[in-house]
């Protein structure tokens, strides 16, 4: 079993900032993939930005030069910069990890992103 834990959601302005963060119960220096969605109301849960062991990073498109998701393998964390924030942006963001290719998902309680003026 694996507790994951995210913080830094908030309510910012459109055009700033934040920073997300998923600590794990368990090291992730040899997982498989870890990653970020975002649930609006009224939507389904989509991908947002994923790292997988030994790959680069991938984003989806709608993110794509805004945001940068980064681990570290010390603090057993992984990080999502938010940059360039909309109002589309607004969601509940959750993390996601996976610890073999076909092992099942965790995933963490998620974090509230407002994006309002």
Known sequence: ?????????????????????????????DIFRMGWYRQAPGKQR?????IISGGSPNYADSVKGRFTISRDNDKNTVYLQMNSLAPEDTAVYYCNLR???????????????????
Not at 46 to 50: D, H, L, N, Q, T
């Open 1 to 29: 079993q694996v507790q994951l834990v995210e913080s830094g959601g908030g309510l910012v302005q459109p055009g700033g900032s934040l920073r997300l963060s998923c600590a794990a119960s368990r090291s992730i220096s």
């Open 46 to 50: 989509e991908w947002v930005a994923r």
């Open 99 to 117: 610890l073999k290719i076909l092992g099942q998902d965790y995933w963490g309680q998620g974090t509230q992103v407002t994006v309002s003026s």
